[in-house]
């Protein structure tokens, strides 16, 4: 897993405590002459807090029969010194958790999470947990084993569908991230360090987070509940139990610092895995920059809307639209564009081979640019 880290301490649970449980039996006695105010009813606090608990374990127990752990093995093709420190501690942590290692020509040293997306056995994870693998071993719920067998992966997400045989397969319903709000519940389910099935709880800390520094394609949801190593791959979940992530990586350098892709993006990224075994994104064919003070007040637009057209492609879409440097483009169809980072997504997602109209800012007058997105080579890292 990247390696990122996130923790999740007794602090959201006190939180709990200081709002629903602590102001039992005070009361205000306020100034002289007036009435004090009546004390908060422990009924209620005790039965608020137990409606919290509740919906925390009806989650648990919807989704985690279609949360697996996965674990990976590599062949080994070279001889290499068997039994030093490293080999040793590779061997301790699969024992550990899995039993006795395979001997012979290969380890088994990848492990991670995933989720069970439909009833055709559908898995989706990280393209870091299988990345590499010559086998892939998926543990469900009850401890069944079955082969994993990849569909499709995509390097600018991070994210990769694998099936299993469907029998008996319980799939997660998929929740819609675009009506995530900052502040509410967050749920990880997965397996960190190889512990199967474990729960954690946090919020969704912030939405949007690009510039992370972990894929091309950025837009992750920052939340505070518990995410490690293993943990990869598994669902992040609000309180109705659905799917609204996937748990991606976590910050090293700090703590309460986790990442998952949204469920609408893996959603997208999914289908088109399982539809065609890969994705086909947009291309404009421009470098961009931001859109900085100086640049603002230098091409009359906006400071940090929209993004700079900084060099156009030869032969690109963008050359064949008649776009030019200093173009300003604030506008993607009827969408308005934040900043060069979404300027970058909505081309990434854009139809291809389909007419689209961008909104350009040109020495200080919006004019309407027609052109064909293509699609992506495959040597362009970003949507632009």
Do not use: C
């Not at 422990?42 to 608020?48: A, F, G, K, N």
């Not at 060069?340 to 640019?369: I, M, S």
Request: charged share 20%; hydrophobic share 40%.
């Amino acid at each position: 897993m990247t390696r990122l880290a996130a923790k999740v301490g007794i602090g959201v649970l006190l939180a709990l405590a200081a709002g629903f449980g602590l102001g039992v039996g005070l009361r205000f006695t306020g100034l002289p002459g007036t009435t004090p105010a009546p004390a908060a009813s422990s009924t209620t606090s005790t039965s608020s807090m137990d409606d919290i608990q509740r919906a925390f374990v009806r989650v648990s127990e919807r989704v985690r029969p279609a949360v697996v752990n996965i674990a990976t093995a590599h062949f080994l093709r070279r001889q290499r010194p068997r039994g030093g420190d490293e080999g040793q501690g590779l061997r301790d942590f699969y024992e550990r958790y899995f039993g006795q290692m395979p001997p012979g020509d290969r380890e088994r040293a990848g492990v991670g999470s995933g989720v069970i997306i439909d009833d055709q056995g559908h898995i989706l994870t990280n393209l870091h947990v299988i990345k590499g693998a010559d086998e892939i071993t998926v543990r469900l719920d009850n401890k069944r084993e079955l082969a994993g067998k990849v569909v499709g992966t995509d390097t600018k997400t991070d994210l990769a569908v694998i099936r299993i045989p469907p029998d008996g397969v319980v799939a997660a319903p998929l929740g819609d991230s675009d009506k995530i709000r900052v502040g509410e519940w967050a749920i990880a389910i997965g397996s960190p360090f190889g512990l199967e099935e474990t729960v954690t709880v946090g919020v969704v800390s912030a939405m949007g987070r690009s510039e992370v520094g972990i894929v091309p394609y950025e837009n992750f949801i920052q939340t505070d509940a518990s995410i490690n190593p293993g943990n990869s791959g598994g669902p992040l979940l609000n309180v109705r139990g659905e799917v609204i992530g996937i748990n991606t990586a976590i910050l090293s350098t700090g703590q309460g610092i986790g990442f998952a892709i949204p469920i609408n993006v893996a959603r997208r990224v999914a289908g088109a895995l399982i539809a065609k075994g890969r994705v086909v994104r947009g291309w404009l064919g421009v470098s961009l920059q931001p859109v900085s003070d100086e640049l603002a007040e230098t091409l009359g637009s906006q400071k940090g809307k929209g993004a700079v057209v900084a060099r156009v492609l030869p032969g690109s879409p963008a050359a064949k639209a008649g776009l030019s440097p200093n173009d300003v483009i604030v506008g993607v169809g009827d969408v308005a564009v934040e900043d060069l980072q979404h300027l970058q997504r909505l081309v990434l997602d854009a139809p291809v081979d389909r007419p689209l109209t961008l909104k350009v800012l040109r020495k200080g007058k919006e004019v309407a640019v027609a052109v064909t997105i293509a699609e992506a080579p495959p040597d362009r890292p970003g949507g632009s």
